[in-house]
């Protein structure tokens, strides 16, 4: 498995940016798929982007595409989400996950999960 740490969390305005990212250690970094996840009070974690091994290849869940970006540095081993245009409705606990496989868009093929990072977004 891999160990993951979340950081960046934090309050911001409607409309603000923030960069949440997601350190690694363990198992090796540069073979796992990496994606975030996010759960809102009262509601089940939610997909959120996905990135390949290599960052070839991302995906963003329909609700982020044009504002959230994902990406990966392999050398330091840390993967980041990029949120920017944040709404009320982004507000969450946002969780960096490593895949099994070096690339998938499968929520199951994720096994190892951070802490999570509160992300809140004001009106």
């Known amino acids: 498995q891999v160990q993951l740490v979340e950081s960046g969390g934090g309050l911001v305005q409607t409309g603000g940016s923030l960069r949440v990212s997601c350190a690694a250690s363990?198992?090796?970094?540069?073979?796992?798929?990496m994606g975030w996840f996010r759960q809102a009070p009262g509601k089940e974690r939610e997909f959120v982007a996905v990135?390949?091994?290599?960052?070839?290849?991302?995906y963003y869940v329909d609700n982020v595409k044009g504002r959230f970006t994902i990406s990966r540095d392999n050398a330091k081993n840390t993967v980041y989400l990029q949120m920017n245009s944040l709404k009320p409705e982004d507000t969450a606990v946002y969780y960096c996950?490593?895949?099994?496989?070096?690339?998938?868009?499968?929520?199951?093929?994720?096994?190892?999960w951070g802490q999570g990072t509160q992300v809140t977004v004001s009106s």
């Open positions: 363990g198992r090796t970094f540069s073979s796992s798929a």
């Open positions: 996950a490593a895949s099994t496989q070096r690339w998938t868009t499968r929520p199951l093929d994720f096994d190892s």
């Open positions: 990135i390949s091994s290599s960052g070839m290849f991302t």
